[in-house]
């Protein structure tokens, strides 16, 4: 009798949460087996009178990232083992829709995440089934999920278009274009000199002067040539310890001017 005159009691009633808008009670068999309903977005579950008193109850269907990533139904958490995986799903989603007014949205401004992996479960899913998710390089640094490789020029974050690769193969195709101005890639004017100069910086080292020339086109072919062959020389020192689809992209890469 007890309980059900506390379900009439608390039968439709609607409770403000933390982090997941509302929720209203739809079903009471006691106060450690409650079940509540979200509207938006609609999911159903279990929980405790305690946690909707105090606000605790999570809809894992609200997107809490970013206004567009959400936690999911599955078997991975963010803790313990799995909270790498958490965190490098959370970054990408911050990178594609967290910074705005910083440099790093300028970098991503236009980049997205696809539908699919805006659930953290199943991003979790295909880095875990990625034979390369968790490898580390020869100094212990993990491969870094990279979404440009496989497919030049892309902007979207997909189980198609993404791949793990080591550190190293991810910075020989960086290209800066903050100091260089209206120049092309690898290429710098030297005033004392009057002449344009190539470089190319090689395992992060320093740079390496190629040549000073007359004309930027000329710097720039010169600097081409010799950063292709680089690019093609990382890739057979890695060869067999990257994704094939990677190795193949390497080896047909071709600089542009405007990198």
């Not at 803790?79 to 490098?88: I, S």
């Not at 992209?249 to 405007?258: D, H, K, N, Q």
């Amino acid at each position: 009798m007890r309980i059900e005159r506390n379900k009439q009691k608390w039968l439709g009633k609607e409770f403000q949460t933390l982090t997941s808008g509302t929720c209203t009670i739809i079903d009471y068999k006691g106060t450690y087996d409650v079940t509540v309903e979200f509207d938006s977005p609609h999911f159903i579950r279990k929980t405790t009178l305690s946690k909707l008193k105090t606000g605790k109850v999570k809809n894992p269907m609200y997107p809490s990232v970013c206004g567009k990533g959400y936690f999911g139904v599955g078997e991975y958490s963010n803790k313990g083992g799995d909270r790498t995986l958490y965190t490098l799903w959370k970054d990408m989603i911050t990178r594609c829709y967290g910074g705005h007014g910083t440099q790093t949205f300028k970098v991503y401004e236009d980049v997205k995440v696809c539908e699919e992996w805006l659930n953290f479960q199943n991003f979790a899913e295909w880095c875990v089934g990625n034979s390369f998710y968790g490898k580390t390089d020869d100094k212990g640094r993990k491969y870094q999920l990279d979404k440009d490789i496989l497919f030049r020029g892309n902007k979207i974050y997909s189980p198609e278009t993404c791949c793990f690769v080591p550190a190293s193969i991810n910075c020989i195709l960086l290209f800066s274009k903050g100091s260089r101005g209206n120049l092309p890639v690898g290429v710098s004017y030297v005033k004392k000199l009057r002449k344009y100069r190539a470089d190319i910086s090689r395992k992060n080292i320093s740079d390496r002067v190629l040549g000073y020339f007359n004309t930027p086109e000329e710097a720039f072919e010169v600097y081409k040539v010799t950063r292709e062959r680089y690019i093609k020389e990382m890739a057979e020192i890695w060869k067999d310890r990257i994704d094939e689809r990677v190795y193949q992209a390497l080896l047909s890469y071709e600089v542009l001017i405007g990198d």
